[in-house]
């Protein structure tokens, strides 16, 4: 995967392992509702779309202690 660049998207999640929660519970998301956040992703896959969506900040990442 290129796009977006990994380097990034860890960097914007502040770890690897919040950024794997994140695209997973999106994925997940995407496998029953098929609506993707942004126009036209790159990627067709559930994952990939989710990681696209992140990138772009069209997700909101709350803590437990949040929600």
């Not at 992703?41 to 559930?46: E, F, I, L, N, Q």
């Amino acid at each position: 995967m290129r796009y977006p660049p990994i380097d990034d998207l860890e960097r914007m999640a502040g770890s690897k392992y919040l950024l794997v929660m994140i695209a997973a519970k999106r994925a997940r998301q995407l496998l029953h509702e098929k609506s993707p956040l942004i126009e036209s992703p790159r990627s067709y896959r559930d994952v990939g779309i989710a990681l696209e969506e992140f990138y772009a900040g069209k997700l909101e990442v709350r803590s437990t202690a949040e929600a």
